[in-house]
């Protein structure tokens, strides 16, 4: 038996971990992971999580019993909330389905396999992904029977957006297409597009029907404002786009193993949006009967209390301001102290944990075979990597692959 399975490469972020984990130099660094660490280059576990986890471990009515097959609800309701924000039209309606979810990965799969079996194909299935995305897009679509098509996105000349190609797209695909979009903080390149852009995006989008899939793994994480992270889903639905919403607590919440998210799908009715819960339900049952409890708890304590929540606040802003720190130092490094050739004003204009250097594969092999930095070939670097510690050796590092 099995004799025909082939070998499967191994995933290229873990793979590029497991070397990093071997290497004994001194100086190494890694910036191929993508989670949130201090200044130590150690995980954050979020004081406001320290503090509900001693209430939790107290609390003695808690139980291990199965959650409903939908998730907590007073977590997917708050979670709701948090994203759409309380005076959302959709929430007060009752319009939006939310199911609680294996972190985000499992909100993509969901979405995936909900528009696989539900959504009026107007032609073959298929899902419009950002050239680049989050690899796991690719595989969670195919998986279930979808063909992902890349649209630009990310244009290599400016380091930044490809805005035309990407309109472009938006208005040559076929009408009531499928369109995945990064809410903020576009994994891999940190490019996202401008309020107006996104206007203009909603725009076509409600032209042709076309429906939108977010991925929302990174509000407040973004720009320290869950508000503003939020604010292209927000707009999407006050426009009417026909859209849902994949969501994620790992990086905001720093709770990666908990694996705990959501899936909003904003229906046009309520009426509607109680018929796509309850397939969503059967669909759930199928594939996990419940999702787990640990981080619904945490995440329901923090979002319905005011005082808990301001103090989540402090701890997403603690973390992204860490990050745009990092950002400003390395870009007034390379371009006041060592001068480095080339322009190097997107990596402050870039947001969230990834920036795309422009470093290009030969470039990124030698930053890793030379100093020992870890990064993925395509020169995208986790800004979470870097600390007050190891930031000038990764610039001075740079600096030489660039010069060559
Ligand atoms: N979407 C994007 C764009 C991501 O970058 C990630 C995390 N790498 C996820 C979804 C899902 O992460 P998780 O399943 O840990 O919530």
Known sequence: TWASVPQAPPDSIFKLTAAY?????????????????????????LPVVQKVNEILLKDTTLDHEYLPITGLPEFTSAAAQVLFSAGSAALKEGRISSVQTISGTGANHLAALFLAKFYQWNGPKQVFISNPTWANHKAILKNVGIEPVDYPYYDPKTIGLDF????NSLSSAPERSVFLLHACAHNPTGVDPTNEQWEKIADVMLQKGHYAFFDCAYQGFASGDLDRDASAVRHFEQRGVPLLVCQSFAKNAGL?????????????THDAAVRVKSQLSVLQRSEISNPPTYGARIMALI???SGL???????IKTMADRIINMRKELFVLLTDELKTPG????????????????LNTTQSKALLEKAHVYLTENGRISM?????????YFAESMDQAVRG
Request: aromatic share 10%.
């Open 256 to 268: 990666y193993g908990e694996r705990v998210g959501a899936l909003h799908v904003v229906g046009a």
């Open 309 to 315: 929540f301001e103090e989540w606040k402090r701890d």
């Open 384 to 392: 979470a990597g870097l600390n007050s510690k190891n930031i000038r």
């Open 164 to 167: 035309s190609g990407l309109l």
């Open 343 to 358: 322009k190097w004003e997107h990596i402050v204009n870039q947001i969230g944990m990834f920036s795309f250097t422009g």
């Open 21 to 45: 984990k071997t290497d004994t130099h001194p100086q190494k660094v890694n910036l191929g992971v993508g989670a949130y660490r201090d200044d130590n280059g150690k995980p954050w576990v």
């Open 303 to 305: 979002l319905n209390d």
